[in-house]
Nanobody, 123 residues
Framework: VQLQASGGGLRQAGDSLRLSCSAS????????MAWFRQAPGKAREFLAA????????HYPDSAKGRFTVSRESANNTVYLQMNSLKPEDTAIYYC?????????????????WGQGTQVTVSS
């Protein structure tokens, strides 16, 4: 399965941004999807995950209230809505896919990754 993340860019603190991740070459509706990010010099950080059905989601405490993950099986796309952006949100954002079907925060559970999209937030 090929994943293509898009929607990144330059924003100011307080802005909102929605990232998209399109999947091709597989049965999208069977997979759990997740978003991670990685800032320079830091480890990859889990942000959100959604089950194959879209019914279950999982967020770390750091993302709750500002980030929302959703999916549209009709167009094989998962989204990450980010509100109240902060400069510390600056990172490369990655989408990932898991054939296990349930949302997980562990990078090892995801076998396919998109190429990443850069988000830069200025103060």
């Amino acid at each position: 399965v090929q994943l293509q993340a898009s929607g990144g860019g330059l924003r100011q603190a307080g802005d909102s941004l929605r990232l998209s991740c399109s999947a091709s070459g597989g049965r999208f509706s069977s997979y759990a999807m997740a978003w991670f990010r990685q800032a320079p010099g830091k480890a990859r950080e889990f942000l959100a995950a959604i089950s194959w059905s879209g019914v279950s989601t999982h967020y770390p405490d750091s993302a709750k209230g500002r980030f929302t993950v959703s999916r549209e099986s009709a167009n094989n796309t998962v989204y990450l809505q980010m509100n109240s952006l902060k400069p510390e949100d600056t990172a490369i954002y990655y989408c990932a896919l898991s054939s296990q079907g349930y949302p997980s925060m562990a990078t090892a559970d995801y076998e396919s990754w998109g190429q990443g999209t850069q988000v830069t937030v200025s103060s």
